[in-house]
Structure formats: structure tokens, C-alpha cells
């Protein structure tokens, strides 16, 4: 379903410090089950994962889902295709200081304008899901690892997305945390959600929905292990 | 449709959530802010109201004073000109005027002492103004006694306290009998101040103007319209010289309020590409981005504006008073007639409001067509 072709990425081109953070990757990913990313850091996990979830544009190649192009597409449809498509947890959790568990999960559906009653009722329901019903009106500043990790996961689901992205989703909790984030990602994909996940944490592979194993190194793919 | 509004009270939502997030720095943006506006809107409504002010005393004023010119200096204008103005064609009636000033060492004021035309007041009695009631602590029946040209003081019965519709020519009158005025002041007899005439056809007042300007060489005729242009010159003058004097704060506002809304903090910056990597279009964030400057700015105007609305109709407007009015010496407690004028709100929007607007859509804009790749990197 989704299918890169002949991908680059570089940082700065043209300049002293131009960084070529991916080349040439040619890859087709199948809608459903886990996805895993290896590599060490600084092999181009992250800037895969942001072409991917259409956060950024590949310098060259070319990028689409379901047979549509993406990499061409004018900002305000990569927008709507990345708001109904993708759902992003970010490795630093990224929730808003400020704002409480409930209003954090919201805020990705606020530009839909979908009905109050019908947002809060769904957004309740996912916190319920993965027991933060207590935390809806903490403020997300006071939440511990895990809580803030399943926050954000939560705020991922809000807009029903068929592709969950993880970026190191373990790489701030310790193994009983990362063991229970790697559960909730197994039901997603259970549901039959794609889930795409970068990690160099052997923990993840441990993930019973892992259907394949992807393996970077400066930027090339130099592996491709179904599991 | 239902979905746009929904949108839009999201949108508003965050907004206002962002505001009270950072809110010491929006509170004390919110008051420098109102303060602003509250000057400059104190100048214009105060000059403005000063102007409509004038324009109505002067609606009540002669089509055309006559003054008599020796040496190019005003002169007392002899009883006979009276009927040989009456005689000029488009001149219905002439009369002649008693008035001059009276200094007061007491409260350090001038008063305008005049001769009552239109009231029959015997010689030992006095009209006076109501602010100087007030500065003197004086009422009716009371005795005022005033400095006579020839020396010993003279008495006067207050017989009345003048309540005009604008306090703000007669808060220093002072009015006399004619009689009254001529043994106050050793006026000669067979003169008067100047004349004012009634014209037929107001519209021919020039014309009669120049006719009398012809038949008696040493006069001066004074349009009505020349007063108001006068006035007008006056109290834009003042306006310039006010506005001068507030251009500093002004432009201390201009670049802190830039800097404040136009640098946009590390955090906010991390906001909005949070935002957009979770789904929000550019657009949505100008649109927030639009909501923050018009929520604060237009806060800030209002506070600001009724501020200044307040004190320059209700609170005598002690703030710029000295500097707008200038001319006049008694006016302690003077009140404006309250209005709102539409255009002049408009204008005050046009130079806080939207200009805050602007500088803060534009740093959005510029953090928002980033990609919002950065989010994933923290
Ligand atoms: N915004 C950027 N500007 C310049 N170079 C970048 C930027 N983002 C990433 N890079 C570089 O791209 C390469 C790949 O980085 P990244 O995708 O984050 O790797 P990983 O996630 O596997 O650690 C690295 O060499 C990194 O320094
Ligand atoms: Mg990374």
C-alpha cells in the first residue's frame, strides 16, 4: 500500500554541511501487522519514518499510498492525507505543556470541527482504553513516562488513522513500560492497523505482530528480514 | 458550515488556553497594550469633543463681528458706526457689545465679564459662571466684590449662576448690567467693545463684509466661518503637538509588541510543529494565530477605549485637558458631551489593532510552511 521508489533525502544540499540521510531506497510496505526500522543512530530511521507519515518531501523519488503520488501533491492535500491516515508517536512524547490529557488527545481532530459532545465521548473512551481515565484532566506535565507515552498514543488513535508511526516509542521507558507500550502496538495492529515502528531496542522484536524487520545503515536499507 | 464553526470555537479554545498559559507575559502585554490606546484614544476623543464644542458655541455666535481697527490695534468702537452699519444693504440689525476681561489675583484667573444684552439685570447685580461659583465658593445672593477701575472695590449681588448647556465659555462669565459694566470698568460713554450684526442672508455674509470693510476703512469685520476655521486650526495644532508628544511611548509600544508577538519563544515554535505533524494544515495555525492577536488586541482596545471614553466625557478629562484646552483658565470640572463616533473608533482600530494582528500572523506564518519534520526530532 505504501511504496517508495528510487527515495533520497538530503539535508542542506548544496551547502558545506549537505547530509545525505537516506539513498536510493526502493520499498513496499503491506497494509497490517509491525513493521520494524533497525539501524544505529544516525542511519536515517527518523527521516524514513517523517517521508513516510508525509511530515517532509524526499529531495527525489517518488512516494505513494494506495497508488496515489504523494510526493507531488500541493501541501494542503499532503495535510489531509497525513490527518486521516497517519497516526505519529513522537520519541519525546511531544504533547503540549499546559493543556490536560484531554484536551492533548483532542487537539488533532480540532481542525475537523467535529461535534464537542462526539470528540470528548471518543476521546474519553481511547483514555479509558489505556487506563488514563484518572489522568483526563491532569495537565500532561505531571504525567510519568509511561502515562505521557500512552497519552500520546491516544492522541494518535483520535483521528481513527489506518498507519500508526513510532519513532523509538521505547527509547524513554524502562523494559516493563516499553513492554506494555509494545502490547498496546501488538492490539493495534491485531485491529488490523499498519504499524510502523523504528527501534534499534531488541525488546521490540519480542512484539508477536512483528511481520517484518527492516534494516538501515547511512541511509540505505541493507536488509529485509520477515519474522 | 456547522463544521466551520465548530472549527472556529476549537480553534478559539486553544487560543485562549495558549494566552493564559503564558500569562504573565500576556497580561502585562494586555495592559501596556490598553494603556496605549488608552492615550491615544483620550487625544482624539477629547480634541474631537472640543471641536464639536466649539463648533456648537459658535452655531449661537454672529454671522459677522465688527471690530474698529486704530494702528492696526483693536479699538472701542463709537456708538455711531452702529447706524451706519445698519445701513449697509443685507444687514438687518447691528448691536453693539460690551466685554473685556478681569483679572483675578485670587484664583489667578481671567474672568470674561460682559455687558447682559438679553437680560434685565439692575446695576448692583451679577450673573456668573458656574466653574467660578465654584473656584470662589460663591451663590446666589452672595456678594462679589470686584476691583473698580476707579480703585475702591466694588459691590455686586450675585443674582443668578449661569447653567448654559456648554459649561465650556461660560465657566469664567461674569454678566453686568450695562450701566454695571461701564462704572466697573470707566468705560467711556457712546462706545462699545465691537458690533455684531445680523446678516439676512447668511450666505452674503462675505459680501456684506466687504461692503463694510468699504464704507468704514478702519473696521474689521469677522466672519462666523473664519471663527470656526480659527478654532479648528487651533485644536489641530494642539492634536499635532499632543500626538508629537505620545509618538515615543507609541513607537516603544511598536517595537515591544513586535518583538513580543513577532518573536515567536522556542516553545511556541515547538507548538506548531507539533501541531501540524499531528494534522494541522497551515492554515489552521494562521487561523489560531489570527485569534491570539484579535483576542488580545481587541481586548486591549476595548479596555483602553472605554477607559478613555470615561474619563474624557465622565472624568473631566484631567489627562490631556491642560494641553487640549489650553486657552482657558477656569475649568476645573467641565464635562463634555458624550458621543461615539464611528469613524474615529475605526481609526483608533486601524492603528493598534491591526498592526498587532500582522505581527503576530506573520512569524505563524513563517513557523507554520515549515515542514513539520522537526517535530519528530524535539
Ligand atoms: N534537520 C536536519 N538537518 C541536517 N541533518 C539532519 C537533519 N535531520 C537529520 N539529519 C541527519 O540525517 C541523518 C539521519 O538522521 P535520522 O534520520 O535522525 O537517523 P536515526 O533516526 O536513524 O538516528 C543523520 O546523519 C542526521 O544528522
Ligand atoms: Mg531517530
Sequence with gaps: MIELQAVNKRFNPGQSNECRALADIDLRLERGGITVFTGPSGSGKTTLLTLIGCLARPTSGRISLDGRLLSNLPERFLTEVRRHTFGFVFQQFNLIRGLTVLENVMLPAYPLGRPYRELTAGARALLARFGLEPKAGSKVEWLSGGEAQRTALARALINDPAVIVADEPTANLDSRLSREVLGLLDDLAAQGRTVLVSSHDPLVFEAARVRRRLELRDGRLVGDHPC | ?378
Design chain 2, 1 to 378: 458550515m456547522r463544521v466551520a464553526f465548530e472549527r472556529q470555537k476549537y480553534l478559539i479554545d486553544y487560543t485562549l488556553a495558549a494566552l493564559l498559559r503564558r500569562k504573565t507575559r500576556n497580561l502585562g502585554l494586555l495592559l501596556v497594550y490598553a494603556l496605549l490606546v488608552f492615550l491615544f484614544a483620550s487625544v482624539l476623543l477629547l480634541s474631537q469633543g472640543l471641536r464639536r464644542e466649539a463648533a456648537a458655541l459658535l452655531q449661537d455666535a454672529p454671522e459677522v463681528i465688527v471690530q474698529r481697527l486704530a494702528a492696526g490695534r483693536h479699538d472701542l468702537l463709537p456708538a455711531d458706526w452702529l447706524d451706519s452699519l445698519r445701513r449697509i444693504r443685507g444687514v438687518s440689525d447691528a448691536r453693539g457689545r460690551l466685554w473685556g476681561y478681569y483679572y483675578d489675583p485670587a484664583v489667578k484667573a481671567n474672568y470674561t465679564v460682559m455687558a447682559a444684552a438679553e437680560r434685565p439685570l439692575a446695576e448692583g447685580e451679577i450673573l456668573i459662571g458656574a466653574a467660578l461659583a465654584r473656584v470662589r465658593a460663591i451663590g446666589v445672593g452672595d456678594v462679589f466684590s470686584l476691583r473698580a477701575a476707579s480703585g475702591p472695590p466694588a459691590l455686586f449681588k450675585v443674582a443668578g449662576i449661569l447653567e448654559p448647556s456648554s459649561e465650556l465659555l461660560s465657566a469664567d462669565l461674569l454678566l453686568l448690567s450695562e450701566s454695571g459694566f461701564r462704572a466697573l470698568f470707566q468705560f467711556p460713554p457712546e462706545r462699545y467693545t465691537d458690533a455684531v450684526l445680523t446678516v439676512s442672508n447668511p450666505r452674503e455674509a462675505s459680501t456684506v463684509a466687504r461692503k463694510i470693510a468699504l464704507a468704514l476703512p478702519s473696521s474689521r469685520p469677522i466672519l462666523r466661518s473664519e471663527m470656526l476655521r480659527t478654532y479648528d486650526a487651533v485644536f489641530d495644532w494642539r492634536e499635532g503637538v499632543t500626538f508629537l508628544a505620545l509618538a515615543a511611548p507609541l513607537l516603544a509600544f511598536a517595537v515591544l509588541a513586535w518583538d513580543k508577538a513577532a518573536g515567536l519563544s522556542a516553545e511556541e515554535k515547538r507548538e506548531i510543529g507539533i501541531l501540524k505533524a499531528i494534522g494541522w494544515e497551515t492554515g489552521d495555525i494562521l487561523r489560531m494565530k489570527l485569534w491570539e492577536g484579535a483576542l488580545l488586541s481587541l481586548t486591549a482596545f476595548l479596555l483602553g477605549y472605554l477607559l478613555a471614553w470615561w474619563q474624557v466625557f465622565h472624568g473631566g478629562a484631567r489627562l490631556f485637558a491642560p494641553i487640549l484646552k489650553g486657552w482657558a483658565v477656569l475649568y476645573p470640572d467641565f464635562r463634555l458631551t458624550p458621543t461615539v463616533d464611528p469613524g474615529q473608533i475605526l481609526i483608533v482600530l486601524a492603528v493598534t489593532v491591526v498592526p498587532y494582528i500582522v505581527a503576530t500572523l506573520v512569524p505563524g506564518w513563517r513557523a507554520a510552511i515549515a515542514d513539520p519534520d522537526a517535530a519528530m526530532r524535539g
